[in-house]
C-alpha cells in the first residue's frame, strides 16, 4: 500500500512538471505589436471618405480574403496595411484614369472581434473597442466562474500572418481579433 502511494506522489509530481515544462515565455513581438500602427484584418469595418466625391465616400469592411470593394476600381487588399498605406492604395487606384487628385482619408468604424473562452460566465464573440484590456474583456464575458486561474491567461494573436500564444497577466492589452483563454486553476 506504501508503494501505490510512493507511485501515486511520482505520477502527480511528474504530472505537475510535465504541465510547468511546457509553459514558453510570451515572444517579445508579442508585445512589441502593440506599438506599432494598427494594421487591417478581415473583419475591420472602415469610414473612407474621397473629398468632393459624395458617392466613393461610404462605409466598407474587410472580407474574408483581406480586401475592400471600392467603386470605380474594384478589390484593394487592404489585409496587413495601415490605415495610411490603404489612403494612398486607393488613391493610386483612383488616380488611374478615374480623378485627378484625389484625397483619400479613411477612419477605423468598427474593429474585428475578440473572443473569450473557457473559465468565464459567458464565453462568445465580443466587440473590440480600443483600451480594452483581458480584465475588462473578461469582465464583459461574465467575469471568472469558480474554477477559473485568475492569475494569467492565455491569448492567441496574430502577427504579421503568424498565429503565437502567449500567456499574460489579466492587466495586459489587447488587440482586435485576439482570443482570450482563462485555464482551470489546478487546485
Request: proline fraction near 6%; charge should be neutral.
Amino acid at each position: 500500500m506504501k508503494s501505490l502511494a510512493v507511485l501515486f506522489s511520482a505520477f502527480v509530481a511528474a504530472s505537475v512538471l510535465t504541465g510547468c515544462s511546457s509553459y514558453r515565455p510570451t515572444p517579445a513581438a508579442f508585445h512589441e505589436v502593440l506599438d506599432q500602427p494598427y494594421r487591417l484584418g478581415a473583419g475591420d469595418r472602415i469610414r473612407v471618405t474621397v473629398f468632393e466625391q459624395e458617392g466613393l465616400t461610404n462605409t466598407y469592411s474587410v472580407d474574408q480574403s483581406g480586401y475592400i470593394s471600392f467603386p470605380l476600381v474594384g478589390a484593394v487588399p487592404a489585409r496587413g496595411h495601415t490605415a495610411q498605406q490603404l489612403e494612398a492604395a486607393i488613391a493610386a487606384k483612383l488616380r488611374q484614369g478615374y480623378l485627378r487628385d484625389p484625397d483619400v482619408s479613411i477612419e477605423m468604424d468598427r474593429y474585428r472581434p475578440i473572443f473569450v473562452m473557457g473559465e468565464v460566465g459567458a464565453a462568445g464573440q465580443y466587440s473590440y473597442v480600443p483600451g480594452l484590456t483581458v480584465q475588462k474583456s473578461i469582465a464583459i464575458a461574465g467575469g471568472f466562474s469558480p474554477r477559473a486561474n485568475q492569475e494569467s491567461v492565455d491569448i492567441t494573436r496574430d502577427i504579421n500572418g503568424k498565429v503565437i500564444t502567449g500567456r499574460v497577466r489579466t492587466s495586459d492589452p489587447l488587440m482586435p481579433g485576439d482570443t482570450v483563454y482563462v485555464r482551470e486553476r489546478l487546485f
